[in-house]
């Protein structure tokens, strides 16, 4: 009840503050008087406390108290002297050909503002993972790190990391966050994402800029070209997508005319006409697991059928990577008739890149359906984006010498003025980088980043003239400057609610993070094993049920309640 | 005719003739009348002892709920949790005999055949035919097994030369490189592929340190060149096969995680996955240290049981042995 008290004093020091107008930091003195009035009108925290202390005396999770701000409530410099941050960028795959991220236009115009240079840690590609669980144990924690909390997590849960001392629970310093907050503020679906089950916030998350239900930057496609040659539309349903294929196939030679990655199974974008996703997923608030519904031995029937009429990538259980990125020559060669892949890859994109046919051209397609009367699926692939928010957190070191500044400087990119900069290059770019439309947004130069007048490539230029993934980031105007072909495919797939999706801010307890990855670790190894056996028919799917029987043995029930408890408790905050 | 180096005799017996004064009196005078040589051995005891021997101190964590934050030190002891753990899981006997079939055909392949090479290449008269040769059979040991792997992935796929090559004597499943059956042949093949030249080096060296006046021996007595490798060469450079044979049964357990890592795929986890990628999944990807470490442990005293068996078989049957 103490530490509620605390955090509802320092929500109300900082709503003064915003109150009066001043954009200067939470060190005013409190004004009651505005104080008061400001309760009344926000989500009034301290009437809800009443029925809060119950809530916490029955065992629920107390929600926070956030404050409607405004942006830009930083006083800069942030350092009166030059200070030095290091931050933790795994990012190694989107610098382009520049020697270090402070190369970049964007963070050189931030040291200046800012006064903080930040010093960046970026490990290789691919290590990112076990490079995080080495800071840990090394003990040489950077100040600020770019967490990705579904691939890179605390041995024992990020809770536990806040609790064992190693990251900064913003929870308690909100009044040096003042941007941040508005935008929580601002966003109705975002407390529950950002607070833990206990209350607490591990990180500071990534919002998209005025997009409703987030989006999907990558998708099913398939050659346009290729519809075009054998005659055919654009396939809606599994049927008419088993013609197209075998039209790729047997009329044009086409070597992988359904290209899937992930070992055969994509992120779920095909399989969702089948009511069903990869692995865990909800729904209605229930949680339940693909390979062990009905659904999915139908799904693996299609596709192993598929295999033997020669549909599908003969190396499909090779293929880790998401889309084609690891087999670009097969794109560029005409081998592969359909994918999944990104939207900045979209249309004649690849023509750019090398590809030798000039009729290249990919559309962005509809997740297939079992009959064009079932219902659009309630699934896309979300693993980047859910509800307004990424799934990227920056996270600061609990014990870093500069604490405070470390969390200004993040909470700096929730400033306007700030996030435009970041991305779309800094205000004196304006006419060279981006440009300013009529109703006063940016718009990115698209000739000035995908044909650069000095020769950078798209990655190159990103990296030089703005910040990679900043914490807010704008892709909706970003989409404005592509050429309009392209930037319908986010409309096509943007449609689906992916409401059946678990989202990427539910978590889980120590000890069941401990029990569940001791069992999970060997069943993912073991189905993924499997699912190829079952596509390239190594394993008849007769044996399905030894099959399901083998994960229960496994403990898969005992996984599926544990993500159950964690989603109630999500559902709960 | 057989020659046996004496070296192993020589050191023995100067063991057995200074055991007459107790260890520490020895080690003193030792010292002092060789101290040079204990300075220069300092460094490579060092580097055991600093490398080797102070980490195994984190055997520790095998027992243990190993948390980052309690250390070592803290963390809460829980017995042979871990090991139960592994000896029920349902991958401890395929991870067993893949770690072991992987070791035991490359032993099987990947030991004679260099010896072999190197016998074929001490036969050959012509020197700068001879150098070639082996310049050209060790080059493959330069190219990274990043890029060897590579190569395998391109040659193994679906249309690729050793599935097509395949294709030609009946092969109709598919990708070589995607498939369980052919994991361990590729994975073998490349290793000798790669290695073969280099691994001859040692017994290329070693035949060129027989005694020439035995093979002069031999051919007045009549032998002729198939008879003098029988009876010259072989035993020559037999205790190098012996103890290159135990110091390789010693490793019989640590087939290395990098190759299997970059090769194998949820495809061929049947016959590839073994103690050690298993161990590189779970420990560094995971991050869970305490099971890992358990299992590596494991791994280690199979390992070592091997080791002593090995060199106490060769000990009983032709007195050499690596200690």
Known sequence: MRKRFLSSLTAALLLTTVLGGCGSTAADAPNEESAEATIKEADTPLSDAPSEASAEETGAIPKSDIYKGETNQQTYPLSKEKITLTYWYPNAGSIGTLADYNDSEFFQWLEEKTNIHIEFIVPASGEEGQSFNNLFITGELPDIMYTQPKSQMYRDGMDAAIDDGYICDISEHLDWAPNYVSWLNSIETAKQDVFTDSGKMYGFWSFWDNMENGYADQGLSIRKDFLDKVNMDIPTTYDEWEKVLTAFKDELGIEAPFYTSKYGIDHGEFMAGFGIAPRFYQVEGKVKFGPMEDAYKDYLLLLNDWYKKGLLDPDFATRKSTGVAADNDMMLNDKVGSLVDWGTRMTDAYISRGATNPDFWTVAVPQPKKSASDPDPAWRDVSNNYHDIQAVCLTVNANSEHLEEAIRWVDSFYAKDVYLNANYGIDSEKDTVWYEADDGHRIGIYDFRYSNPDGLDSATVAAKYWAKNPPVRCEASQIEQMPPERAASYAVWSKYAPTNYIPVTVTMTSDENAEYTQYFTDIDAYIQENEVKFINGERSLDEYDAYRATLKDMGIERCIELQQASLDRYNNR | ?323
């Open chain 2, 1 to 323: 005719m057989t020659v046996i180096t004496t070296g192993e005799k020589m050191d023995s017996s100067a063991l057995i003739n200074s055991t007459k004064k107790p260890f520490a009196k020895r080690l003193k005078l030792d010292l002092k009348n060789h101290w040079q040589m204990y300075l220069l051995a300092l460094p490579v005891i060092a580097y055991f002892f600093i490398f080797n021997y102070a980490p195994m101190f984190g055997i520790v964590m095998a027992f243990e709920k190993f948390q980052i934050k309690k250390g070592i030190f803290g963390s809460q002891f829980v017995g042979l949790t871990h090991f139960e753990r592994f000896f029920t899981s349902p991958f401890l006997w395929r991870l067993l005999r893949n770690t072991l079939l992987i070791s035991f055909y490359g032993l099987l392949f990947s030991f004679p055949l260099p010896i072999i090479f190197a016998l074929c290449l001490n036969e050959v008269r012509n020197k700068r035919f001879k150098k070639t040769v082996q310049t050209i059979s060790y080059l493959p040991y330069f190219i990274s097994v990043v890029v060897v792997v590579s190569i395998l992935f391109d040659f193994g796929k679906a249309d690729g030369i050793i599935t097509n090559m395949a294709s030609l004597f009946g092969w109709d499943g598919g990708a070589v490189i995607s498939s369980a059956r052919w994991f361990r042949s590729l994975y073998i093949g490349s290793n000798l592929w790669q290695h073969l030249g280099y691994n001859s080096i040692i017994f290329i060296s070693a035949l060129a340190a027989v005694d020439p006046t035995l093979y002069e021996a031999a051919r007045i007595d009549g032998a002729n060149r198939w008879k003098q490798t029988l009876h010259v060469t072989l035993p020559g450079i037999a205790s190098t096969i012996i103890v290159l044979l135990i110091l390789r049964l010693g490793q019989i357990m640590g087939v290395g995680y990098e190759k299997i890592i970059l090769m194998y795929g949820p495809s061929t986890y049947e016959t590839a996955d073994v103690i050690a990628s298993y161990v590189y999944r779970v420990g560094i990807l995971d991050a869970d240290y305490s099971y890992s470490t358990a299992v590596n442990l494991f791994n280690s005293v199979v390992n070592m049981v091997v080791l002593f068996l090995a060199n106490f078989i060769s000990r009983k049957v032709n007195e050499t042995s690596i200690w």
